[in-house]
């Protein structure tokens, strides 16, 4: 416990923090202050519990507070707090990406380190598109993205992203070339399917014709997320992911999955690509990388890829990519003793042996008023509501705020409301959250 807390701030203090994706009037106006954590648990600044239901925001994948990782943190802060990885490298960079190699899918064994999602996600559509020009095709500059994906917040990822909020204001400054394949929602023919929902797999073909009409030879990726989390998760229809996998190899297109949500046990597996049996040219990973506990994102790139760019005078940059706190000593340290958390605790497998717990639990929403669908897959699941007649978004919200108020952390995207608890999670727990979701749809009408 910590004794120490920073008191409240007093309602006049909140103006200076411009919020990121959150309604800072409604906020400044009802503070949800969260100041402790442990476990499953937050506790607010006046000392309510509420249980996390989200993993923080999907990246708390061990729980909150681990010991072992607040450990080598501070250590490696005594030890060298910050190191250079561009002309110089340290030792535990090279540790911790030797020991995501052996994790990875199949071949996509070279690790970029980045920051965060988003700039995974950047890196890796730079990393596509100068593949192929090292390649001698240099002409493929394209990125189809899909309807309600979301890629993070830089450039790349918002052109390639397609939630309509975050892209309609920023619209000139989206990428060039850049198509996107249609979403796999579709509440009429799937609603409460239990796991990966039957119908759909031919969306995929929508592929097809994108690339026969901007011809396959100007494409350089493909990026979907395996399963989509921020649009209110949004699950691949069963044979939908291969059958994207095949259409990109015959083009010669790079296949890139964004697994920044997915990644780290979420679904049973170390990540989705496993699960699925699919396997991308590039994965795009963050959150569970270091429970966390300090902000890093790794992309996974296929050995070919790395190779075609080692060609060239030796002592030429290969790359001209990075970030100053790429593979940062800290966020390396904190990402191992995540992974070693995960590999003792069989964290990275755990959410297949509670699917079918977690899925019973979430599927007992069905018949609740205004519930119009149930989706789940590993340990997400998400409740669909109807949305009030010309204020869409207004009902979930109120959920959100409901189970919040009775100490249940979920998250709320439009009228969906996501859940995706730490993997350490216990059937009572499972059983509060659902329960007290229920209570709150209830109560909101
Ligand atoms: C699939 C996916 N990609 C990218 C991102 C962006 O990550 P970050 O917020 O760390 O930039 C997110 C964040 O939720 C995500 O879910």
Redesign the pocket.
Do not use: F, R
């Given at each position: 416990m910590n004794a120490q807390l920073t008191p409240a701030p007093a309602q006049g203090d909140l103006d200076a923090f411009w919020m990121p994706f959150t309604a800072n009037r409604q906020f400044k106006a009802n503070p949800r202050l969260l100041a402790r954590a442990e476990g499953m648990y937050y506790w607010t600044a006046d000392g309510r519990e509420i249980l996390d239901g989200v993993a923080g925001?999907?990246?708390v994948n061990a729980g909150h507070g681990r010991r072992e990782i607040t450990e080598a943190v501070t250590k490696q802060l005594g030890t060298m707090e910050y190191a250079p990885a561009f002309q110089m490298g340290h030792p535990i960079a090279f540790e911790l990406a030797n020991r995501l190699a052996k994790i990875a899918p199949p071949g996509l064994e070279r690790i970029f380190f980045t920051?965060?999602?988003?700039?995974?996600?950047d890196t890796a559509l730079k990393i596509a598109i100068a593949y192929h020009r090292a390649r001698g095709a240099g002409q493929r500059i394209r990125f189809i993205g899909r309807e309600k994906?979301?890629?993070?917040?830089?450039f790349g990822?918002m052109s390639v992203?397609g939630m309509v909020n975050n892209r309609k204001v920023f619209g000139s400054s989206m990428l060039p070339g850049v198509d996107h394949l249609p979403h796999t929602l579709d509440v009429g023919n799937n609603a409460f399917s239990r796991g990966l929902p039957e119908w759909g797999a031919h969306l995929a073909d929508a592929l097809e014709r994108l690339i026969a009409l901007h011809d396959g030879s100007t494409i350089a990726a493909v990026i979907v997320?395996p399963i989509?989390?921020?649009a209110g998760v949004v699950l691949p229809p069963i044979g939908y992911l291969k059958r994207l996998r095949e259409i990109c190899d015959k083009h010669d297109i790079l296949l890139i999955f964004?697994?920044?949500?997915?990644g780290f046990g979420r679904v049973g597996k170390p990540f989705a690509s496993q699960a699925f049996d699919v396997t991308p040219d590039l994965m795009?990973t963050?959150?569970g990388l270091t429970n966390g506990a300090i902000?890093m994102?790794a992309v996974f790139a296929h050995r070919k890829i790395y190779d075609a760019f080692m060609q060239g005078p030796e002592n030429a940059i290969e790359l001209f990519h990075g970030y100053t706190y790429s593979a940062h000593p800290v966020a390396c340290a904190a990402a191992l003793a995540a992974l070693e958390v995960y590999t003792k605790e069989g964290l990275l497998t755990r959410a297949a042996s509670l699917a079918s717990e977690w899925e019973n639990a979430v599927h007992s929403l069905r018949g609740l008023p205004h519930v119009i669908d149930v989706r789940n897959y590993g340990l997400i699941g998400a409740a669909e509501l109807e949305p009030r007649a010309g204020k869409p978004g207004a009902r979930g919200f109120e959920v959100f705020l409901k189970c919040f108020e009775r100490g249940v952390m979920v998250r709320q995207t439009g009228d969906t409301i996501a859940m995706s608890p730490p993997l350490i999670i216990e059937s009572k727990q499972i059983a509060r959250i659902v329960e007290t979701l229920g209570t709150a749809i209830r109560e909101v009408g």
């Open positions: 925001l999907w990246c920051n965060s999602g988003s700039e995974s996600v994906g979301y890629h993070g917040v830089g990822g992203g997320e989509a989390g921020s964004d697994e920044v949500i997915t795009t963050a959150k902000p994102g």
